[in-house]
């Protein structure tokens, strides 16, 4: 792999909320001088077909990400608590929807 | 067996039967070397394929016949452009850099889709680039929606859905053309007489004569062959040719009931692999114009850094 960027802008991740009461979503990235340039740049790249009413912009090099790799010990903590999951508990059908 | 060796035949099974589940993989997770490389080499020249896509096209904005249709194709355009870019971000994520696409781009070292080495003649040539080269398009690219590697898939999908924009423009062209005057039906036919068969080229060498396809079929990289695509794209567009009362210039061409799909005339893949080589009619202009654009902005973009520099310093001065 390499990391050579002698001469590229840094690169930013793109985040799009498509409408309001939506979640912004990861669209995909692009590089860019500073932070205002890459927001101008995400509306022109990711949203010319009006899909979007609000954008995130991250330096690529400022998110912590999880690795795959230790995918099984990271979640472990969750994996032996089935009790945190409703069906866990048996109601009699008398009962009814719960 | 050494453990290193092993333990690498049991990750590459492991990466086989998550791409056969049809599970998708993402940019951390592990991938065989081949892989990787494959996909950046075929990204790259997508990603490539659509950048040089606009110089063909380019030729005719300033002679577009109207206001309307500059204004489309200016658009078209710069979807193209987007499209490249879409392409570019998601190889980046197998850890080549955007500089080192553009220095192979440059020098030669990749390649893109050998259709935007032809020129572009007259108006109906935009017509025709729209309808068949980006009809061609879409086949090859609804196909790798389902890509195993997730984020060439996603920005798939994307493109999908502002590429039938494109189609439908370029036929909208044939179809003012083709319901014209004679000349403009002249124009029109000798579009499609030049386009059809490097169209047909998009589609990639004979599956027997194709020697990366096999393993990316398995990778589920590809997920339909070079001629089961083509046959598609025939398909689907013999009746809309039929409909502009416009000829495909193949006289094998002809339904055959018992296939079920329409046969055609051998592809003249001499032609196909001299313009690959870099002697088809524009290869020279094309990546010369493609090089000039990219040193010419270079200044903008140093522009851009310094000014960038300069409004840190001067809000940690403030601060």
Known sequence: MSNETKNEHPLYEVFIRSKNGLDHKHVGSLHASDAEMALTNARDVYTRRSEGVSIWVVKSTDIVASSPEDRGSFYEPSDDKLYRHPTFFELPDEVGHM | MDVIEQELEELETAFQAKVDAEQRIEPKDWMPAKYRQTLIRQMSQHAHSEVVGMLPEGNWLTRAPSLKRKAILMAKIQDEGGHGLYLYSATETLGTSRDEMFEQLHSGKAKYSSIFNYPTLSWADIGAIGWVVDGAAIVNQIALCRCSYGPYARAM?????????????????????????????????????????????????????????????????????????????????????????????????????????????EIDWDEFKSVVKGNGLCNRERLQARIEAHDGGKWVRDAALAYAAKQKTRNAKAA
């Not at chain 2, 169209?199 to 004569?209: Q, R, S």
Request: net charge neutral; aromatic share 12%; proline share 4%.
């Open chain 2, 157 to 265: 999908i994307r493109i999908c859905k502002e590429e039938s924009f494109h189609q439908r423009q370029g036929y909208e062209i044939m179809m003012t053309m083709a319901q014209g005057t004679k000349e403009q039906r002249e124009m029109a036919q000798d579009a499609l007489n030049r386009w059809w068969w490097p169209t047909l080229m998009m589609f990639g060498p004979n599956d027997a004569n194709s020697a990366n396809s096999a393993q990316s079929m398995k990778w589920k990289i590809k997920r339909q062959s070079n001629d089961d695509l083509r046959q598609k794209f025939i398909d689907a567009t013999v009746p809309q040719a039929e409909f502009l009362k416009l000829t495909i210039p193949d006289d094998k061409l002809a339904w055959n009931d018992e296939r079920g799909h329409y046969d055609f005339g």
